[in-house]
């Protein structure tokens, strides 16, 4: 008898075409739904009309007019639940990337290889809820 898993989906966020697409390729291929923004405002339009629970959330940490912490923020208040990971850049601030840990997000460095994006996915999907203590 064989088990049949949920098709998790991940809303990849970037607003550098060749990262959104390596990500969403890379996801694609390894059984995700996949569902792809090039800005903060792109992904909540694609959040909020998603006909599909969104299971992680992944974005760029920073991006014009909208980073990724503040979108995880926003995307947060609609489902606690979401997962977030963050990619940043070599050009990205220390300041940034620190910002973005020190909220609970974990981050991803780019470039990335494609076993690090899965598996740095598969712990972020499968590790359990910790509800935030304020």
């Given amino acids: 008898m064989s088990e049949t898993r949920e098709v998790q989906?991940?809303?990849?966020?970037?607003?550098?075409?060749?990262?959104l697409h390596l990500a969403a390729a890379i996801l694609h291929r390894a059984g995700y739904e996949v569902l792809?923004?090039?800005?903060?405002?792109?992904?909540?339009?694609?959040?909020?009309?998603?006909?599909?629970r969104i299971q992680l959330l992944l974005a760029a940490v920073v991006m014009p007019n909208m980073g990724g912490p503040y979108l995880a923020d926003l995307l947060r208040e609609r489902d606690p639940e979401l997962r977030?990971?963050?990619?940043?850049?070599?050009?990205?601030?220390?300041?940034?990337k620190a910002r973005a840990q020190r909220r609970g997000f974990l981050?991803?460095?780019q470039?990335?290889?494609?076993?690090?994006?899965l598996d740095a996915v598969r712990v972020q999907l499968e590790k359990p809820k910790a509800h935030s203590a304020t």
């Fill in 9 to 19: 989906t991940i809303l990849v966020v970037d607003d550098e075409p060749l990262m």
């Fill in 36 to 52: 792809r923004a090039r800005s903060g405002a792109e992904a909540l339009a694609a959040f909020f009309k998603s006909t599909v």
């Fill in 84 to 96: 977030v990971m963050l990619m940043t850049g070599a050009d990205d601030s220390e300041t940034s």
């Fill in 107 to 109: 981050t991803l460095q």
């Fill in 111 to 117: 470039p990335f290889t494609t076993d690090g994006l």
